[in-house]
């Protein structure tokens, strides 16, 4: 078998792009919490504890020398990605909580009983009667 063919088969397949859709798709609903975060949620935290800015937090550790930068470490940024993380998380545990929810909600509900069955029910219940 060709590589090409062995890769076409290997692209085309159902799993591939499942994948493929979910990371483009994973992605895109990486940015919209990113966006919920930086700009919705993080301004009133931002408020309430005085106007910090997180990402702006950082310790000297050596002073800028002429042309070269300062060293500094930034646990601002840690504390902004750690936040970020708590609120991704939680907003994937409400999504998967709600399809969870729906989930059950469709199994919950009894299928309609098709033609055939209703069919029979009724054939059951002449025979019934007749005996």
């Known amino acids: 078998m060709s590589i090409l063919k062995e890769f076409k088969e290997f692209a085309v397949k159902g799993n591939a792009v499942d994948m493929a859709v979910g990371i483009?798709?994973?992605?895109?609903f990486g940015k919209i919490i990113a966006s919920l975060v930086?700009?919705?949620v993080m301004p009133p935290i931002?408020?309430?504890v005085g106007g910090v800015n997180f990402t702006k937090l950082a310790i000297t550790l050596?002073?800028?020398?002429?042309d070269v930068p300062?060293?500094?470490?930034n646990y601002g940024n840690f504390i902004q990605s750690v936040v970020?993380?708590?609120?991704?998380?939680?907003?994937?545990?409400m999504a998967v909580k709600?399809?969870?929810k729906l989930k059950k909600q469709e199994a919950a509900a009894p299928a309609e009983p098709t033609?055939?069955?209703l069919l029979l029910t009724e054939i059951r219940d002449l025979l019934k009667v007749k005996n």
């Open 98 to 100: 709600l399809i969870n």
């Open 115 to 117: 033609k055939e069955e």
């Open 24 to 28: 483009i798709i994973g992605a895109s």
């Open 46 to 48: 931002g408020v309430l």
């Open 84 to 93: 970020d993380f708590t609120i991704i998380a939680f907003a994937i545990f």
């Open 38 to 40: 930086a700009d919705v």
């Open 62 to 66: 050596k002073e800028a020398v002429g």
């Open 70 to 73: 300062a060293v500094t470490l």
